[in-house]
């Protein structure tokens, strides 16, 4: 049986992840795989790559082929270094960490002195529902008020 190292793509259209597996080299693309050694994932940047060595360096050791992408990626994370005992340096970029949200919250409320900037959504709604039928009175009187007048003006208008 021919065994290959090869990437199984994953993941959505235009946001390509893949999983670095040993498989049989006459199953399709994404079919079913002897065992997943790492993963490879592009679009981040810079591009996350993390492979299982001591696995790796196993199936390299038994036959298995890389194709040329799983050999560049090998040749960043060091295993194929390690396997054909090449002098050129490997790397692989640490990704970046992401920001903890409630640090960054704390540290802005500390910022503000403690009081929050927009009062709650829940508190306004609440006290426009209070507020409305007290409106709903102010606007009713108002409008008696003004149908006299309104009407006074039409009848001066009438006889002129």
């Given at each position: ?70 050999v560049?990626?090998f ?25 903890n949200?409630?640090e ?20 306004k709604?609440?006290d ?12 009713a ?20």
């Amino acid at each position: 049986m021919a065994v290959k190292i090869r990437l199984k793509r994953m993941g959505a259209i235009r946001s390509p992840h893949y999983r670095i597996v040993v498989m049989d080299s006459r199953k399709k693309r994404d079919g079913r795989a002897i065992e997943e050694i790492g993963l490879y994932h592009p679009k981040n940047d810079p591009s996350f790559i993390q492979v299982d060595s001591e696995r790796a360096q196993y199936w390299l050791s038994v036959g298995a082929q890389p194709t040329e992408a799983v050999v560049a990626i090998f040749k960043r994370s060091g295993d194929w270094q390690k396997f054909s005992g090449e002098d050129t340096p490997a790397g692989i970029d640490p990704q970046a960490e992401k920001p903890n949200k409630t640090e960054i919250f704390n540290k802005a409320l500390a910022n503000s002195a403690g009081s929050p900037t927009v009062e709650a959504f829940t508190s306004k709604k609440a006290d426009a529902k209070e507020s409305a039928p007290a409106e709903d009175e102010e606007t009713a009187t108002e409008a008696t008020t003004e149908t006299p007048a309104a009407e006074a003006e039409a009848g001066d208008a009438e006889q002129a």
